[in-house]
Structure formats: C-alpha cells, structure tokens
C-alpha cells in the first residue's frame, strides 16, 4: 500500500538553523519520512516576503537543505527540494490569490504581527500573499500531513478552506489537508527570556543556540541561561520557565522522562544541570554541524542531489497544476 503524503517546510532566513527549528520540526521530520511519502521544501520564494541579500540567500537555500539532511533526511526516503526549482508553485500561489477573499488573508495573524513590525509602508504585498503561496506547497502535491508549529496552524487552516472552496467550484481536484501539530513539549524557549519562544528573530543571540555555531559558544550560552532563585530542579512551566525549558531540552535531546531528570537532579544545583544539557546539546550538534560542513564543501553534489529530487517534485506538482488549469478552462501548453 502506498503511504500517506507529507509536506512541510523551513524559510532559508538564516545561517544557520537553531534548536527550536531543530526540535520542534527538522527532529520530527526525520522520524516521520518513515512512515510517510515526504515532501520537504527549502521555501525561497518565502523567504524574500521580506528583504535578502541575494548572495546570502542563495548560500542560505544550499546551507538549510546542508542541514536538513545532516539532520538526517535521508534524500533516498524522502523529496528534498528547493521551491524556486519547481515552478508550479508560483503558479498555483497565483490562481489561489484570486480564490481567496481580501479580509480573509487580511486576519492571517503572522502579516498582522510581521507588517506590524516592519511597518506597512515597508511591507511588501509579497508578505500579505504569503498564505496563498504556502497553500500551494501544500496542495501541489496533495498532501494529507503537514507538520508545523502552532504558529502555522492559521494558514493550514486557510489551505483546508481554499482546497474546499476550489472542490466546491470546480470539482474535486485537491485533497484536504490536516495540520500536525508538534506536543506541548516541543516548544523551546529562549535561554535568556524563556517565556519568549526560542526564535532567530530574537533581539539578542545570547538565549539561541545555533547548530552550527562554536560548541563552545552554545556550551558557554546554556551555562549563563536565566533560571530563578528557587534553587530546586523541577518541571513547572508557570514558576520556573528556565529550569522547564532546559528540562525539556534535555528530556528531548537525551531521550530522558521529567520525572526520570528530577530524580537524579535532586538536591543538586542548577550549574550541574546546565553542564548536562551543554553537554547532551554540544552531542547532537557536534555531528550535524561536521555533515553540513562536509556537504557544503561539494556544492555541485549537493545541487545535483536538489535537482534529482526537483524532478520528481515537478512530476507531481506539475500533474496537479495541469488538473486545476482543466477544471478552471485556464488554456495550457
Ligand atoms: P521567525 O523568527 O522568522 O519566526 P523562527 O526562528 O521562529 O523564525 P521558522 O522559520 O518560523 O523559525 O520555523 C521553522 C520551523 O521551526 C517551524 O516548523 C516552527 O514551528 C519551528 N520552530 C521555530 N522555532 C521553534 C521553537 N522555539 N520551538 C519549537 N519549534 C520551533
Ligand atoms: N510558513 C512556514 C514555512 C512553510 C511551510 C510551507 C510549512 C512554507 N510553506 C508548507 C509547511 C508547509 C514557516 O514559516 N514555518
């Protein structure tokens, strides 16, 4: 039987991916392209909703695929590509902007919180159609899974509506689909605000721990991480959201329970358990951090691996788009 159909994403915004992206969706990825037939996409055309370097950006697109893979996507298992190199995407996005109704994109809370931020005379209409073009990913390749944050729940909410709305028009053509929401415990926060999210928007780089950094710059950032006074090692979310984060990032990272940690951490100080999850995180990062490096090195490798799986990408995506063109009486080639 064939398995069910997966689609998820990452924006190449930065160097480097942090350990918020690497817990709460790259972790995740890897171990659901086992049961899934996965899609993973390094969203370029996102990315430039708000200003890049073009320099920067091309680097940044090799770097997160570098990444994902020395995570361990495995490109044999799973499709992944970059969005520019399939150009159904932006031609889907285009006809899902004419489906999709001016209030309706206008409540999407990230435009809200986004153009808030750069202000919106310098908000481009790149970042208020930014919705559609992820519905698109989505659809092309009609995907039933889509595991994001809780941050991306709104827009695989309005993927569902506009793949209902098109069935509805003009005969069933997109299957709908669901958004896969990480637990609770996925969440990772700040070092140094941690009831902030861990984020590489953050204002200062002190609270993110960053996969290819220094170990010992992440190893020196876990160790002045905010706690409290209390002086006791537990979970408690509310009273202690330094010591739960690190819990959590050790519970995650070392396959470890809270209650297993609490344990062996009682009566001790807060140094000791910063020294163990320092340790358990410079681990998981040590080996990623050599893999990219090494992929890195040989980037017209790299690129023919993107551009094998871009054509099987296309494959299907460009099926879908042909579907759609069809139903709407839109004349293709
Ligand atoms: P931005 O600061 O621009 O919002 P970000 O650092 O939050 O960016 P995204 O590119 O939005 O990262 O997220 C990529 C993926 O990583 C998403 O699936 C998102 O849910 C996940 N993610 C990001 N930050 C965290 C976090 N702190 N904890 C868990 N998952 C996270
Ligand atoms: N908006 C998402 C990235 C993204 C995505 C997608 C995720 C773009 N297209 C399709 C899942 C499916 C983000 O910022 N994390």
Redesign the pocket.
């Given at each position: 039987m064939s398995k069910p159909i997966l689609f998820?994403g990452?924006?190449p915004?930065?160097d480097s991916?942090?350990?918020?992206?690497y817990?709460?969706?790259?972790s995740q990825w890897t171990q659901m392209q086992e049961d899934f037939d996965a899609f993973f996409c390094v969203v370029n055309l996102h990315a430039i909703t708000v200003p890049q370097d073009p320099a920067e950006l091309a680097q940044r697109t090799r770097a997160t695929a570098a990444q994902y893979i020395a995570a361990g996507i495995d490109p044999q298992k799973s499709t992944l590509f970059v969005q520019s190199h399939v150009s159904a995407h932006a031609e889907l996005a285009w006809v899902l902007n004419t489906l999709t109704g001016f209030g309706e994109a206008s409540r999407m809370t990230q435009f809200k919180d986004k153009s808030q931020r750069y202000g919106a005379d310098s908000s481009s209409v790149g970042l208020f159609t930014y919705p559609m073009l992820m519905a698109a990913d989505i659809l092309l390749y009609n995907a039933e899974a889509v595991?994001?944050?809780?941050?991306?729940r709104q827009h695989v909410e309005l993927t569902r509506d506009l793949a209902q709305r098109f069935n509805s028009c003009f005969g069933d053509t997109f299957v709908v689909p669901r958004a896969q929401i990480?637990k609770e415990t996925?969440?990772?926060?700040?070092l140094q605000n941690p009831t902030a999210?861990?984020?590489?928007?953050?204002d200062t780089e002190g609270g993110l721990l960053k996969v290819l950094d220094e170990p010992k710059a992440n190893q020196k950032k876990v160790m002045r991480a905010v706690t409290d006074d209390d002086m006791t090692i537990r979970f408690d979310r509310e009273a202690k959201p330094g010591v739960s984060n690190l819990l959590t990032i050790y519970q995650v990272l070392g396959d470890r329970t809270i209650e297993s940690l609490e344990t062996e951490f009682e009566g001790r100080g807060y140094g000791d358990l910063k020294k163990a999850v320092a340790e358990v995180v410079g681990d998981t990062f040590t080996p990623v951090k050599q893999r990219t490096e090494e992929l890195l090195s040989d980037p017209a490798e790299l690129d023919r691996l993107l551009l094998g799986a871009a054509d099987r990408a296309n494959e299907v995506a460009q099926a879908t788009l042909d579907r759609v063109y069809d139903a709407m009486g839109i004349l293709r080639r």
């Open positions: 998820s990452m924006q915004s930065s991916l942090h350990l918020g992206n817990i709460g969706a790259l595991p994001v944050g809780e941050d991306q990480q996925a969440k990772i926060f700040d999210k861990m984020s590489k928007s953050a």
